[in-house]
Structures are given as structure tokens and as C-alpha cells.
T-cell receptor
Framework: GIQVEQSPPDLILQEGANSTLRCNFS?????LQWFHQNPWGQLINLFY???GTKQNGRLSATTVATERYSLLYISSSQTTDSGVYFC????????????FGKGTKLTVNP | KAGVTQTPRYLIKTRGQQVTLSCSPI?????VSWYQQTPGQGLQFLFE???????NKGNFPGRFSGRQFSNSRSEMNVSTLELGDSALYLC???????????????FGEGSWLTVV
């Protein structure tokens, strides 16, 4: 099956710093989404981005489908950005099954 | 509009018991999926339902089952609970267009299950 790898596994930043999270996937995908898991467990949808670049405030994401990777950029990080960021891909075939990476745990210190 | 709603949020069960978790999707969404999250295995797909039909199933034993009702609400059941079933169970919904790929998927807050 498709493999999804995220790096780095852990990231510690000072407030105000910028960061880049990476997601590599092993096969063609129909869908790629980035999620932020808050301390209460909920997965918050950040971007639906099977290809191209999108921006939402301090966050932006780029997916290069032909090279099978996606990047999530966080600029001017805040303590509220702390949590685990997941990349998930939907494999071709008509199913909505998502395959998740193991996540990047981000800690932003004041 | 309201998001994906899961109940109960927290529950503790004893080994051997069974549990039923409920999920109400976003209004208008007809596709519902379930995932299990554990520290060791991460997020794993359980099953997916659309129009009361199971479309896909993950690699879980038959103790894990689910169903979807005509109003798109879904339930999952785990029978003969084991300690390893302790996990966060997440439900997701989307407005699935059959024949079209790529739909934004939204998750609920999850049900935290502890088996003792």
C-alpha cells in the first residue's frame, strides 16, 4: 500500500520563528490534506491540496504531485500553533480512505 | 453549520464488554469514515460508509463493525473489548461525489475509549 512519511518527527521553535514540515508519499494520490490535531484530539482541516500552492494567513502549503511531496509552511509561529500536524493522502480507486503519516509534533515556546 | 458530532466523548469499559460509538456527520454529508488512533499505530482506517453501504474496510478483526442509517448518522461497535482497543476513535464526513475524486474530509472531536 501507499506509504506516507513526514519529517521531522519533532520540532521545537521559539515564538516568531518560521518552519517547514514535509510529507513524502510513495504513489499517485487523488487527494492530500494537512491537519492539525489540537490538544483535545480533534483533527482540524488546514488544507485540501492535491497539487499547487494555497495560503491561509500565516500558513501555506505546496504539493508537487509529480515529485510526490507536499510542504506545510508556518510563518511567525505562535504558541497556539503547537500540536501535531498530519499529512493524509487519499489513494485512487473511488474510496475516501485516508492514509496518514505519523505526524510532526510541533512545540512553540514563548 | 454544525460540525461532525461524536458521542460519547469519553468512556471507560471493562475487558470483554462491548461498546457502541455514534457519529452525526455535517448536514448534507453522506460519506462517513471511522479511524482509530493509538500511540503505537498512529491513525488507522476502520471503515467507510456511503448511503448505508460499507464501501471500504480496514485491516481490523471482525469484532469491529459499523453501520450507517438513512439519515447518514453512523455507529461503530466493538465487541469483546481488549486492552489494546483503548484508543481515540475519530469519525469523519465528506460530501462525496461518486465518480469524482477529492473531497475535503472533516473530523469530529473523537471518542476516547479506555479499556481496563
Amino acid at each position: 500500500g501507499i506509504q506516507v512519511e513526514q519529517s521531522p518527527p519533532d520540532l521545537i521553535l521559539q515564538e516568531g520563528a518560521n518552519s517547514t514540515l514535509r510529507c513524502n508519499f510513495s504513489d499517485s494520490v487523488n487527494n492530500l490534506q494537512w491537519f492539525h490535531q489540537n490538544p483535545w484530539g480533534q483533527l482540524i482541516n488546514l488544507f485540501y491540496i492535491p497539487s499547487g500552492t494555497k495560503q491561509n494567513g500565516r500558513l501555506s502549503a505546496t504539493t508537487v504531485a509529480t515529485e510526490r511531496y507536499s510542504l506545510l509552511y508556518i510563518s511567525s509561529s505562535q504558541t497556539t500553533d503547537s500540536g501535531v500536524y498530519f499529512c493524509a493522502v487519499e489513494v485512487p480507486g473511488g474510496s475516501e480512505k485516508l492514509v496518514f503519516g505519523k505526524g510532526t509534533k510541533l512545540t512553540v515556546n514563548p | 453549520k454544525a460540525g461532525v458530532t461524536q458521542t460519547p466523548r469519553y468512556l471507560i469499559k471493562t475487558r470483554g464488554q462491548q461498546v457502541t460509538l455514534s457519529c452525526s456527520p455535517i448536514s448534507g454529508h453522506r460519506s462517513v469514515s471511522w479511524y482509530q488512533q493509538t500511540p503505537g499505530q498512529g491513525l488507522q482506517f476502520l471503515f467507510e460508509y456511503f448511503s448505508e453501504t460499507q464501501r471500504n474496510k480496514g485491516n481490523f478483526p471482525g469484532r469491529f463493525s459499523g453501520r450507517q442509517f438513512s439519515n447518514s448518522r453512523s455507529e461503530m461497535n466493538v465487541s469483546t473489548l481488549e486492552l489494546g482497543d483503548s484508543a481515540l476513535y475519530l469519525c469523519a464526513s465528506s460530501f462525496l461525489n461518486l465518480g469524482h475524486s477529492g473531497n475535503t474530509i472533516y473530523f469530529g472531536e473523537g471518542s476516547w475509549l479506555t479499556v481496563v
